[in-house]
């Protein structure tokens, strides 16, 4: 294929600068602001929460997505979500964007805003306005500056999520730039918590659209830490042009490349997020094999991916087979369950545990060592049809409860 | 109302033998198999899991409900499920019934099974069969019979759950009594794990059904301790007419008498298992008051109560009324919420929480003191109609992860 990974993440496309810094939002000594910020006017295209309660900035961003010819700047901060916040919400997204936009000679109707952590708290306004103006003053295209803005929107996240690709198109190299983050409150029904993607690609902003609503299918809304759909979920593309490649259009074999470049992004950090899962250890995949439509192997493997005793029991390297055969029951897809196979995978690694209704006879030795790596893979075989997705999660474990018996204080 | 609760269990109902005995099924030193007998036959109403995967005596008993004229005899032993095992598995539930109807001069379509436990292991049929024959000579209509069954039945329970009461039906004292067990793998779909209710009335089959198939749908399937549903969920009413009260009829002042004394069976059981959940430190308790239906009332009772958030929330007594929101917000159900109210309530103190979509400036102590509360009360006032519903689960804790990390060990 023709996607590389290159070492970056947001500031690498053309003409996109980023900055972190202290604002003291909630915390104080931590990065907890972040601007991304392009050189260029972008066309966007978004996806968010499908949760009644929206947070203001979803809202916000919702309209500059559908209203706004283009977009050349993100403010985003963590601590506070403004959520729960009513009407006042709205009014700290307008005066976000105001100041940004004053500082950056655009119109507010051109900032995107993003905020995530504590529902219901109100955001200190002084020192949103005061973070604003020290990140516009910071800004830059180095590779730093995306790393700066990758660690200032983490909430429990363990580690940063960034990544950056070229693909080629029609001769240009186009470059793709993106970070992420997510921890709790994940189980996106249209994206991930915050997830950001920079290109320099010249895109229509339909075809963007079109192109980023087929994909979060399959790799955002395939994710789950917890089951809960937070009100904050939002994940946006912004597309400046600068590499000056003919325009992407659908049907033709530059858009399958640029699609699969996306797709490979997308794919990457929504894994990065199921594995940086609260207290998580390792990453669950479940990839469910010959079933009679997409729609029925994604509802079975993200039943099992979502299954509170199974990712206990593999928290547990517990080889119990019986919460996974549990979970693709009540799924809701309907199948044999004495005509199907259940495999344990990591490392290269993979044994039949499950066959024909009953325990396959497979060594416990072997499948608690193969629990008890940091990505375990469960795949089942419905021997129905020919449809297949892959889901992915993490285990339970004591810090996840630790983390949210008392997140707030 | 003409219902009077009374010290007892299954056996209160005239003609009703209980039993509980140490069989060793798969550990020792504990009562793990008991029987439910009654000296005259009885109609048998029952609803199952939903589950894709049934367990053997799921099917077994589903056979016996809908094919027999009656039942005489329940069998249940605890420790393995027998789910997962094949066509093995029917055959252990045949073996079971032949047995019992042997020794007590019945037909194997006579004879009720439950199983409750590991999934995937099988049967010790000999120890089993053992079990059965030290079970017929066991039983007893003593109040203690019916204590030791309901202790037999225990899983990860902390503590066995038996109610009895009496309903005046045209006179007559009608009893039931009842006896259920659960505590992880709880999110029903039909019913819980295992629910037995005993009663004398004089109530036709279809009649017991009909009553049952509705109650449940209050009860038993709006409880959740884990999101699992589980392959073995049953609940049976057996009734054996020895009451000799005046057949129950639907559209009378009795069938709601008795209806409201089967409610309160199956409400109180099921609250005991939301209370008793795995690793749990409270009953927590959502009621949803104001929605436009009652299917909407039920979907955001549940979706709070089944929020691993609110839970962890719960359990580290932690106001934290955002993931509530958030959870109302994901269940499906529409809803302005900039209109609508949460409240926390607990020992008859309640503090509004949340109000025009913003914090309603409660006092954190106060709110800190109600969730410290071993029954905690989160009540939401949709402000869009007169359907309300109640759902019942528990908080999340770190001995819910330790009890299902190392389950089978």
Redesign the interface.
């Known amino acids: 294929m023709s996607i590389k990974t290159i070492q970056g993440g947001i500031t690498s496309p053309k003409g996109f600068q980023a900055a972190g810094v202290e604002a003291g939002v909630k915390y104080e000594n931590r990065k907890d602001m972040a601007i991304i910020y392009s050189e260029q006017p972008c066309v966007v295209a978004g996806t968010f929460t ?5 947070a203001a900035p979803v809202k916000w961003d919702m309209r500059v997505v559908n209203e706004s010819p283009f977009a050349q700047a993100v403010i985003v901060n963590t601590g506070i ?1 403004n ?6 919400g709205m009014e700290y997204c307008e005066k976000t964007a105001e100041k940004a936009a004053e500082l950056l000679k655009l119109e507010k109707e051109n900032v995107l805003i993003g905020s995530t952590g ?3 708290a109100h955001l200190p306004m002084d020192r949103i306005l005061a973070g604003v103006e020290k990140l516009v003053a910071a800004k830059s295209d180095s590779t730093d500056a995306g790393t700066d803005a990758s660690k200032a929107i983490m909430t429990t996240d363990t580690v940063n999520k960034e990544l950056a690709v070229t693909v080629d198109i029609a001769g240009v190299t186009v470059t793709l730039g993106a970070m992420s983050k997510g921890s ?2 994940i ?1 996106p ?1 249209m994206c991930t918590m915050l997830g950001y993607v920079t290109t320099d690609a010249v895109i229509a902003k339909d075809t963007l659209q079109k192109m980023l609503s087929e994909d979060v299918v399959d790799t955002y809304n395939m994710i789950s830490v ?6 904050n979920d939002t994940l946006l593309v912004l597309a400046n042009g600068m590499a000056k490649n003919p325009e992407i259009k659908e049907g033709t074999p530059e858009y399958d490349a640029f699609k699969e470049a996306l797709h490979y992004i997308n794919e990457t950090q929504a894994k990065r997020l199921a594995g940086d899962g609260e207290g998580a250890k390792a990453l669950v995949e479940c990839e469910v094999i010959n079933a009679v439509s997409k729609a029925d192997a994604r509802t079975l493997a993200k039943s099992v991916i ?4 199974t990712k ?2 593999i ?2 390297h ?1 080889a ?4 996974i ?7 809701g ?3 044999d ?2 005509d199907m196979e259940l495999y344990y995978e990591a490392n290269g690694k993979k044994i039949l545990i ?1 066959k ?4 396959a006879g497979y060594s416990e030795e072997e499948a608690t060592e193969i629990l008890s790596q940091p990505e375990v893979r469960i795949i089942a075989d419905m021997h129905m049809g020919n449809a297949s997705a892959t889901a992915w999660g993490c285990d ?3 810090d ?10």
Chains 1, 2 share one sequence.
Do not use: Q
């Open positions: 499908s949760n009644v309660v929206k979500a959520a729960g916040t009513g009407k006042t504590v529902i219901g709790g409150m189980h029904n917890d089951g809960d759909t937070s009100t979502t299954s509170s005793l206990a029991a928290f547990g517990d119990n087979w019986g919460r055969l549990c979970a693709l029951g009540y799924s897809a309907k199948f369950p004495e499950y024909n209704g009953l325990d339970l474990t004591y996840y409860v630790k983390i949210n018996a008392d997140y707030r204080s």
